[in-house]
């Protein structure tokens, strides 16, 4: 079972299917966004509400990109670490999810639910009585 979702931010933008990857992996909606994406200098600036020119600075010094280069989603990421890295790592992967760039889920490791197992949320735990308990 899939869910469409568009990724609105590009032109041309296919659906965000939720379902099961090529390697037979789960991957919730969302979660595949911006793997093959490119973006302008235009594009990141907006997203992570810098001036432009920081990002022409940044494409040039980085990876010898003029200002009518593109990045890919991985790209995006090592330079939301290098151009809004003093914010807090929330903000930062908001302002991929913004840019519709791929962001990794910080759970990834983990499998299941949203921390490690030893931090996991009681919505999780098995909460059946034991027999004669009410």
């Keep these: 079972m899939t869910s469409d979702i568009t990724n609105s931010r590009q032109p041309g ?12 992996e789960y991957i919730p909606a969302g979660e595949g ?3 093959n994406s ?6 990141v600036a907006d997203a992570f509400g810098v001036a432009v020119d920081r990002v022409h600075n940044a494409f040039q ?10 990045v ?4 995006a990421q090592e ?15 908001a302002a ?6 791929f962001t990794p889920r910080r759970d990834e490791e983990w499998g ?3 921390n490690n197992s030893d931090e996991e949320s009681d919505k999780l735990e098995d909460r059946t009585p034991e027999p004669g308990i009410i």
């Design 38 to 43: 490119r973006f302008t200098a235009d594009q």
């Design 112 to 114: 299941r639910g949203q």
């Design 13 to 24: 933008a296919t659906p965000l299917e939720a379902g099961q990857s090529e390697t037979g």
């Design 79 to 93: 330079l939301a670490e290098l151009i809004i890295g003093d914010l807090p790592l929330d903000r930062q992967e």
């Design 33 to 35: 966004q911006g793997v």
């Design 72 to 75: 890919d989603s991985r790209q």
């Design 96 to 101: 991929l999810m913004k840019l519709g760039a």
């Design 61 to 70: 010094g980085e990876y010898n990109l003029g200002p009518d280069g593109s």
